[in-house]
């Protein structure tokens, strides 16, 4: 039986590929979705011997199954946002543990001791609807930063301004987590020039602006907080791990997470480091639920292990293994 000390303590990409077979050998015993899924495709634990053998479960599942690899009582239920009508994704976690240990231990290796920041969020669209993992994980990190000064921020932007100036002016180290549109809305009330300040955007415009590709989008938020560059999450409600960009938009991911680029006209095809595909993310600290994972979004990774999100599949909630590309 794996545990999370299993997950959390690989060193190596031979730990890593090890440890990914056991998982996947477990997710096929254990959920019925995924087992199901990987009939289908003729794939089954005698077949497949290489991660690039694993079949990677479309993301829209999350949507109309129950996707659970443990028969445990779910703790929370996270839920993606979405406009009326529009079916949400259901992320059900039945051990908590996995996803604290997960961002308490990422954010770590990026950033390091939570308790050198103050930890300002600008989350608007996230905390006004229940469910969010993001707000589950900011919320943590707030409390964990021991600090009288961290705490989210809805639409009072007059009070984030003057928080950030007097913590500017003090020396604090920051974090000033925000949905993009929000971070937008801030530096157009009036600019900055933070010295001591990290900047990270998690995305989305959620309805409320034009979407911009990130070079525009980030050369627009240096300029507004005076920064040099802007750090991202890459997470969703399927996953409880995150990659993180110190800028430019190059991702890296936990040593318990990894992503694979599919060809957009053969689902089951990889392609070269350096081409554009759709992404799949392998993601260990989803062992109650499926842990392979083919998303809407297109990117392409680089000869570091680093990648890149580029955009996302047209259509993005019609599946197949020929889905075509804006």
């Excluded at 809407?296 to 020929?322: A, T, Y």
Aim: aromatic fraction near 10%.
């Amino acid at each position: 039986m794996l545990t999370p000390n299993d997950i959390f303590t690989i060193a190596s990409k031979k730990e890593f590929e090890k440890t990914t077979l056991k998982v996947f050998r477990h997710q096929f015993d254990n959920n019925a979705v995924y087992r199901n899924f990987c009939e289908l495709l003729g794939k089954d634990k005698q077949n497949v011997k290489a991660i690039k053998d694993i079949p990677f479960l479309p993301i829209q599942f999350f949507k109309t199954h129950e996707v659970l690899s443990s028969t445990d009582d779910v703790q929370i239920t996270f839920t993606s946002s979405g406009t009326t009508g529009m079916t949400t994704s259901r992320h059900l976690v039945t051990d908590l543990t996995y996803y604290e240990n997960s961002f308490r231990l990422a954010f770590s290796q990026f950033y390091g001791n939570i308790e050198d920041y103050a930890v300002l969020a600008l989350l608007p669209s996230y905390l006004e609807r229940e469910g969010s993992s993001l707000i589950y994980m900011v919320e943590d990190l707030i409390e964990r930063s021991n600090n009288p000064d961290s705490g989210f921020y809805l639409h009072n932007y007059d009070e984030l301004i003057k928080k950030l100036t007097e913590l500017e002016s003090a020396g604090q180290n920051v974090l000033l987590i925000g949905v993009t549109y929000a971070l937008l809305d801030l530096t157009e009330m009036q600019p900055f020039n933070l010295k001591n300040t990290i900047i990270m955007e998690t995305g989305g415009m959620k309805g409320k602006r034009r979407e911009m590709i990130r070079e525009e989008l980030h050369e627009i938020l240096c300029n507004g907080f005076g920064v040099g560059k802007i750090h991202s999450e890459y997470g969703m409600t399927e996953l409880l791990s995150q990659a993180y960009s110190l800028g430019d938009g190059i991702f890296e991911c936990p040593p318990w997470m990894d992503i694979l680029i599919r060809d957009t006209e053969d689902a089951l095809t990889y392609v070269d480091t350096g081409k554009t595909g759709g992404i799949n993310v392998i993601d260990l600290a989803n062992i109650n639920s499926c842990s392979f994972i083919a998303t809407q979004d297109l990117g392409k990774k680089h000869p570091n292990q680093s990648f890149e999100v580029l955009g996302r599949f047209d259509n993005s909630d019609i599946r197949g293994c020929n889905l075509m590309v804006l």
